[in-house]
């Protein structure tokens, strides 16, 4: 059976299927199509794949099957689909070069989100206590507080909190803006 007949389930989709119809450059991120095997609609060495607007995530359809692009990143590198959660390192969702993508594990992801938006003093864990006339630093990890103190000034709080970050394991670009 040639590759233009193939269904391929999409757990079954291999490195090698992959290889066939895209070309990855890891230092940009991009897919290119090199082969109309999958669809004759394709045009040869153009992008694959769309930006879901919605989400900022770019997906790519094979075979009836839409992936992240992360995923077949993964694939493409390394002969299998992530473990766990593939995370943009820098939070720049649509960023798939290799060098900035990790596969890593729920928790781990968590530990490098960017700041919520909304936040009063502008510092994600950061708030402040007008019963007390304190700034308070907290720390969430699996829904539950595991550090959670009071400071006279916000930029102590900050600080505080920054430190006992790094020490729990977050990542250096958790709570960042971008």
Known sequence: MSITQMIVNKRDLTQAILKQVLSYDPSNGYFLWVSKHHSKRIVLNTRAGSLDKSSGYRRITLYGHTYPETHLACLYMTGEFPKGQMDHEDHVRDNNTWSNLKDVTFIQNMRNRTALQGTITGH?????????????????MNGKSVYQKKFTTANQAIEAREAKLKELGFHDNHGSEH
């Open 124 to 140: 994600q864990g950061i708030w402040y206590n007008p019963k007390t006339n304190r700034y308070i630093a907290r720390i969430r």
